[in-house]
């Protein structure tokens, strides 16, 4: 376990009641909502008051998460979130490494003279006062677990936190199917079904709350989709009139571009999406195997990410994106190849 200065922690969270602030990054997913709400259950037991200040809203497969309904937005409640900061004496980064991912939330959190815990599963942390920093965890809820364990209080590890931690856990794990999913994830599982956990119900919450918009964007993104199985590469695309035709939300097209890699025997998917307020193309990738999409994607799309998952974008038109895209697999074709499944 790669933890900095647990111990020190660990007698801070144990003496007087301290005002905590808990943040999740932008464009929060399941393990993002579901690690700083878990952290919010636990450390509340620890009688201290507790905010989760996220920077935007969150989609509403997660609203049902125990308190979700408290979480602060700084997009609709920014002088709150402003206040909730400036008064924390401790402040929690979950799921994220470096400020810059929060927007001006990160600004606030800069000037803040209080001790920053940071837990977090991505590449190449920023420097915080107290991190645990460890790539190879599935997701940051697992974390969560282990820093429970690690200060001592798995006892209060109640049905609340667990239903959080699950969330995190099978939703970073893509439903524990990913490559990271280990032995370990599995004795967690256990460990939060005897603690409560209704594993259908999660997943009926996570899984069957898709809206009518979603669907028919992915009838379009599945229309859109390109294969090229001499690359064993399939790629798709969303213009940004097909996003506003259909009702687009934020978080509709997330996880759309795993259909890609639904394609027998290939191991390259991306998907590029047309921003619906500003002229940019967001890009996700995910792979299988040894091929890195986190370098892929910083070394072409100002991005990065995990091996098998990572983000991107691009300043040019679709078109030319497309385009881009294509040229540049050329040079991937033998180690695109060469991947074992
Ligand atoms: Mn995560």
Redesign the pocket.
């Known amino acids: 376990m790669q933890m900095t200065n647990f111990d020190s922690l660990k007698e801070l969270l144990h003496s007087s009641p301290k005002k905590i602030a808990i943040i999740p990054h932008k464009n929060p ?1 399941g ?2 909502i579901g690690s700083t709400l878990a952290m919010y259950h636990y450390l509340t037991q620890l009688n201290h008051f507790c905010n989760v200040v996220s920077p935007n809203d969150f989609p509403k497969f997660l609203k049902w998460m125990p308190s979700a309904k408290d979480i602060v937005i700084t997009d609709y409640a920014g002088k709150r979130a402003e206040a909730i900061i400036h008064q924390a004496d401790l402040i929690f980064i979950l ?1 994220f490494n470096t400020l810059s991912r929060i927007d001006e939330l990160g600004k606030w959190v800069e000037r803040s003279p209080s001790p920053k815990i940071m837990i977090d ?1 991505h590449r190449e942390p920023d420097t915080f006062d107290y991190m645990y920093s460890d790539i190879e965890m599935p ?2 809820c697992q974390m969560v677990y282990n820093f429970m364990e690690q200060m001592g209080d798995l006892h209060l590890l109640n049905k609340s936190i667990a239903e959080c931690i699950y969330t ?1 856990m099978m939703t ?1 794990t893509g439903g524990f199917r990913f490559r990271n999913t280990s032995a370990s994830t599995h004795r967690i599982v256990a460990e939060l079904i005897d603690r409560g956990v209704e594993v259908d119900k999660v997943t009926s919450y996570v899984n069957d709350s898709q809206s009518a918009a979603r669907l028919k964007l992915l009838s379009i993104t599945l229309n859109n989709m390109h294969f090229l199985p001499e690359y064993r590469t399939a790629f798709m695309f969303l213009k940004r009139e097909d996003l506003l035709d259909n009702g687009f939300q934020k978080g509709d097209t997330e996880g759309f571009v795993n259909y890609g890699l639904s394609v027998d025997n290939y191991v390259f998917s991306v998907i590029f999406i047309e921003d619906t307020q500003h002229n940019f193309i967001k890009i996700s990738l995910r792979s299988k195997g040894d091929f890195d999409v986190n370098e892929f994607s910083r070394k072409y799309f100002n991005g990065g990410g995990h091996m098998n998952a990572a983000g991107g974008r691009s300043d040019q038109s679709m078109e030319e994106t497309l385009i881009y895209f294509q040229e540049i697999l050329t040079n991937y074709q033998e180690q695109l190849k060469a991947v074992t499944l």
């Open positions: 997913d393990d993002a799921d599963h997701a940051t995190g970073d």
